[in-house]
């Protein structure tokens, strides 16, 4: 019924009319269509939160632990949970689609965009994967599976060739996107790579097997600017280019169409399924008036296609992002849609719940930090600290104080507030003992934005800065006041020539300082009316996310002193083709880090216990670069080695989103991962250290200090060779072992595994019994390993996971339910699933690494 509906919209569109709604109105938002109740959708950034439309520091959101966390908790209840509370948050922004979450798996522990994926293996980021899909899909808000297919490294990646044999691809790098399906996702990305020849825009994957053998019937949207054609794009099963206006799709698909090239009926099932998606967000109304069209939040009746900021758009070339009116627009005063009035519901029934709301959201985020803490070793049982008998705590490192709680790139959003480690132990142990803190070792050479901590708005006094758009004259036409100097999107204003960043710094030091600005095109740089930069910096990439969210730094040294405020002026050129972005950056005279290493070690001496945070930077781990080393950036590595020697009860803190190496790893007698925690990692954290919580994650991916696969291209090519061994199973072939299996993890407690026994091959039970002294979850792990002489088939391979809770002494049986997938190899000589035959082996026990029960089992 629902599809004749459609049908019958479908068929009161002209080809202009259905050309128009294949490609964005703008960045973030589709085009409406008056004619049949169709409302624009707006199109957000995730996973970890919801940022709405554009980037602005005073839009927060309530910011989840990353990926890699959320897989490490192998919980799929409370991803789902965590699912739910991002659709509330969309609801509330008036957000319609999600772009979260990516399915791509840890091939490497070098891809850049390690901490925005699940896992290495593919049952287990499918799991995840479809359980954060059910629950930002049950409040009404579309997930986005991405990036569709074999995007697991950056570098190249817009145009990387991933070479990639069909048996691997089928039972390694589709599988979580076939489990995606599955769970009813309704929109899949298409990457900007290529596979096998094809760009994942043009791809006949995108047909076979995702349309067709799956039967996805949502809107394949592309990456941003991924669509980079007309008539391959347009004939494959592509069906939404983003953003808009697109120079493929606008008028040059309407001209194929109009000449025979493109048939009508191909662009029918696009249209078809875009008013799928409209009809399921609640953004479809065919009911509506065509003479009054609803108007859904922050948007007016005129299309924003149709906006245009004088002399700034340039058709030519490609989408211009940089340059489209992005700033929300007048309420109507019409009627609202019943989606806006859900969402408005939503919105004053959370006021009006008030202090206890934002405790339960905050309960949760500080749940899941805790349920995918990893502890890697627990020598001596330091860990839980018992807080009675401390008198004095070290907390140790620059990721204590200035926690990562995200990874860079566009899946950054503004969070609501964030908790450092620092915070969270201060705070548990008020009252207990004294908390101390000494930074250790220096870790970024990137310069640091201006913040509320440090700089004054010249034009109000206010913590912050001032911002402003002139024109050529160098007129104010707007100012306004925000809260950092890492400017991404200035509001645009008609005529505009160049926007300012204007601050009072104060400083806390005297000595020479590095001040900074950073930009694409002409940038200046001033401190009390002095001229320290005038530069011209050509924009040398395509990468948006460097476009637009990474330009390059030019910095100048100046001697100030202590609290003697100095007035610094950044400006930048408002140009076609030179981004948005805009920073105003200051940073006292660099720590001397022999010095800080001794004062470390010393107070560590001094501390019944230290705790040390170390960890990654920006540099380290973000969108549009792979890393080229695991090794700690700094001298992190030196400040473990030197704390550990100075307190035998070092607790080491490792605030990453994927593998770093750890040469020290045996040197502190506890290990712990809090991966990218989000904005309650401190709280989480807290409750670990000192046993209001168990460490409830185990590995979603194995840890070493050497990666295995290569990320680098060559001449465009990056060839797959390790097939179906990635992760613990290329570890499984080799000769030694990894740091750290994969589903490795330790609680406060210990376990036995008793007993195996099989039902039938799709369920298999395993007793285990806590011999340890206190309640604890022990994650139960159940892989498969086939017969010899059987087709290529890894090792051994994980089958199914469930987790088993019990009380001191107390013995429980796990049921694990496996897929008839479990059993099945992709044959590449029939392009199908067939099962394995003969016998297998399944084996269980916590981790890849270690099983202890064994038992035949026949498919």
């Known amino acids: 019924m629902i599809d004749d509906e459609l049908d019958h919209l479908v068929e009161k569109l002209d080809p202009a009319q259905k050309v128009r709604l294949l490609a964005g109105a703008t960045v973030w938002r589709t085009h409406a269509e008056p004619a049949i109740g169709l409302r624009p959708m707006l199109t957000s950034d995730g996973p970890v939160g919801v940022r709405g439309e554009g980037w602005d520091e005073r839009n927060t959101s309530r910011t989840l632990p990353s990926p890699t966390a959320l897989a490490a908790t192998w919980d799929e209840e409370l991803v789902e949970r965590l699912g739910a509370l991002l659709a509330e948050e969309a609801r509330r922004k008036g957000v319609h689609v999600l772009l979260a979450p990516a399915l791509n798996l840890h091939r490497s522990a070098l891809g850049g965009r390690h901490f925005e994926c699940f896992s290495e293996d593919p049952l287990l980021t499918g799991r995840i994967g479809a359980a954060y899909i059910r629950g930002v899909q049950s409040g009404g808000v579309a997930a986005t599976a991405k990036h569709f297919v074999a995007n697991d490294s950056e570098t190249e990646r817009m145009t990387v060739d991933a070479r990639v044999d069909e048996q691997t691809l089928h039972e390694l790098y589709l599988a979580p996107f076939e489990a995606a399906v599955e769970a009813g996702a309704w929109l899949i990305m298409s990457g900007y790579n290529a596979v096998n020849g094809t760009t994942m825009s043009e791809s006949p994957l995108l047909a076979e097997p995702l349309k067709g053998l799956w039967g996805f019937d949502g809107v394949v949207i592309s990456d941003w600017g991924g669509v980079r054609s007309t008539l391959p794009s347009a004939l494959a099963a592509q069906d939404l280019a983003m953003p808009g206006p697109s120079p493929f799709w606008d008028e040059a698909l309407l001209a194929a169409v109009d000449s025979g090239q493109v048939p009508e009926s191909v662009l029918d099932d696009k249209v078809r399924r875009i008013l799928r998606l409209a009809m399921r967000v609640g953004a479809l109304d065919p009911d509506e008036s065509p003479e009054q069209p609803p108007v859904p939040p922050n948007e007016s009746k005129a299309d924003p296609a149709e906006e245009t900021v004088a ?280 720590l001397d880090d022999d010095r800080e290493l001794l004062a470390a070690a010393d107070l560590a001496r001094s501390c019944d216990a230290a705790i040390v945070v170390v960890g990654t930077t920006e540099e380290i781990e973000s969108e549009g670069r792979d890393r080229t080393t695991l090794r700690l950036p700094g001298r992190q590595d030196d400040l473990v080695s030197a704390v550990a020697a100075a307190n035998p009860r070092t607790v080491v803190i490792v605030n990453s989103g994927g593998p770093v190496a750890m040469p020290w790893h045996t040197e502190a007698p506890a290990l712990l991962l809090t991966w990218f925690p989000g904005q309650q990692g401190g709280h989480g954290l807290a409750d670990v250290l000192f046993g209001a919580a168990e460490p409830g994650g185990r590995l979603p991916t194995t840890w070493n200090d050497s990666p295995i696969a290569s990320t680098t291209p060559v001449a465009g090519e990056l060839h797959y060779t390790e097939s179906l061994d990635i992760g613990y199973r290329a570890w499984l072939r080799r000769s030694g072992e990894p740091a750290y299996w994969f589903g490795h993890g330790l609680g406060y407690t210990t376990w036995s595994y008793e007993s195996i026994t099989v039902d039938d091959a799709l369920t298999v039970r395993v007793r285990v019994r806590n011999t340890g002294s206190r309640r604890g979850r022990e994650l139960v792990q159940l892989y498969l390993s086939a017969p010899c002489g059987t087709p290529v088939r890894p090792r051994r391979w994980l089958a199914a996971y469930a987790a088993a809770t019990a009380n001191p002494g107390e013995s429980t049986e796990v049921t694990l339910r496996l897929s008839p997938r479990a059993y099945q190899h992709w044959s590449v000589a029939d392009h199908a699933w067939r099962t394995t035959p003969g016998a297998h082996t399944a084996l269980a026990g916590p981790s890849a690494g270690r099983l202890p029960l064994t038992v035949e089992v026949q498919p």
């Open 311 to 590: 002399g700034v758009r340039d058709h030519s070339t490609e989408p211009d992002w940089e340059h489209q009116d992005g700033e929300p627009h007048a309420r109507t005063g019409q009627v609202p849609s019943a989606r806006e009035a859900t969402a408005e519901a939503t919105h004053i029934a959370v006021r009006e719940a008030g202090g206890e709301a934002t405790r339960e959201v905050a309960g949760l985020l500080r749940q899941a930090v805790a349920a995918g803490c990893v502890l890697l070793r627990n020598e001596g049982e330091v860990l839980p600290l018992a807080p009675e008998r401390l008198r004095r705590v070290a907390v140790i490192g620059p990721n204590a104080a200035a926690v990562r709680v995200q990874g860079g790139g566009s899946a950054g959003v503004y969070p609501d507030s964030v908790v450092s480690p620092l915070d969270g132990v201060r705070e548990a142990l008020q009252g207990i003992a004294e908390v101390a803190y000494a930074p250790g070792v220096s870790t970024s050479d990137l310069p640091t934005p201006l913040e509320i901590v440090n700089a004054r708005n010249p034009r109000t006094g206010e913590p912050g800065l001032l911002v402003r758009v002139l024109d050529a004259d160098g007129t104010e036409l707007h100012a306004e006041h925000r809260l950092t100097g890492r400017l991404l999107e200035p509001t645009v204003v008609e005529g505009g020539a160049t926007v300012e960043v204007r601050a009072l710094l104060c400083p806390g030091v005297s000595g020479e300082w590095r001040l900074a600005v950073a930009g694409w095109g002409r940038v200046c740089l001033e401190a009390d009316g002095w001229s320290l930069l005038d530069e011209e910096i050509p924009r040398d990439t395509d990468d948006p996310a460097t476009v637009h969210l990474h330009p390059p730094y030019r910095t100048a040294r100046v001697t100030l002193t202590a609290q003697t405020e100095v007035e610094l002026v950044a400006r930048r050129e408002l140009a076609p083709g030179t981004g948005r972005a805009t920073v105003l950056a200051a940073d006292p005279p660099r």
